[in-house]
């Protein structure tokens, strides 16, 4: 089975569009929560989800919930605050309601997959080999996916304590013993790459691969001012911080 794993989508429709054709068949599609907030086109990415159906196995991150019910918003920076807001007022009440029901945490294939961590599902950026160890003990299953800090990133146990193994891109890791798979972010990279960042997982070989692709960043840069967007949101996307 292949498993597309996606993160951090933020309302970038353009940038989903590129990494769905650039994956190419998979068997599911994984994601890791922030699937809104930022971007112009909040509604159009989950209308392009919905067509995926059943393909899909998703959890909520801390822009959702914000964007659903106003949750968090208070600990949101000025930009991510106004840009939740906006996609609150722009979704319908059925958009709203399909983001609230999203679970904190939901379980497939061997992996249980988060936004943040499983010590704080929403909220917490795992970036050192100590938290993963946290979130990798206590996953019911042997791998965990997780997404929040906008960067690729794999953890795994070698002997009693997790440590960070490499995240190149388009080379198959191997993901034997407990693992924790941050793909990146779609819609909104942070490691200096603006290019659009996902992972395969493919189970038959037992590997994950970290991937980019290039797409119209432009174009998403001009939506977002056109939608009265804070123009800082446009910018970070032609440097991918
Ligand atoms: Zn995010």
Redesign the pocket.
């Known amino acids: 089975m292949i498993a597309l794993l996606l ?2 989508i ?1 309302a970038n429709l353009a940038a989903l569009e590129a990494v769905l054709a650039s994956a190419g068949k998979v068997d599911a599609v994984w994601v890791m ?2 699937t809104v ?2 971007g112009p086109e909040p509604g159009q990415v989950l209308a392009l989800l919905h067509e995926l159906g059943p393909l899909v196995v998703a959890v909520a ?3 959702d919930r914000a964007v659903a019910t106003g949750e968090g918003l208070e600990l949101f920076n000025p930009y991510a605050a106004e840009a939740a807001r906006l996609h609150r007022s722009w979704l319908s009440v059925a958009e709203r309601d399909l983001l609230a029901s999203l679970p904190l945490t939901r379980q497939a294939d061997g992996f249980t997959l988060c936004h943040g961590s499983l010590r704080d599902p929403l909220w917490e950026y795992v970036t050192t080999a100590r938290q993963a160890q946290e979130t990798l003990s206590r996953s019911p299953t042997p791998g965990a996916c997780n ?2 800090t ?1 960067v690729p990133a794999l953890f795994r146990y070698e002997g009693a304590a997790a440590v960070r193994d490499t995240a190149t891109v388009d080379h198959p890791h191997p993901l034997a013993g407990r693992v924790l798979v941050n793909p990146g ?1 779609v819609g ?1 990279p942070r490691d200096g790459d603006p290019r659009a960042a996902y992972a395969l997982l493919d189970t038959a070989s037992g590997t994950i691969t970290f991937r980019r692709t290039s797409y119209d960043v432009d174009g998403t840069q001009r939506r977002i001012r056109e939608r009265r967007l804070p123009p800082f949101l446009a910018d970070r996307l032609a440097v991918g911080r």
């Open positions: 993160a951090d933020h929560g922030d907030g930022y991150g801390n822009h997404g929040h906008h972010s909104q």
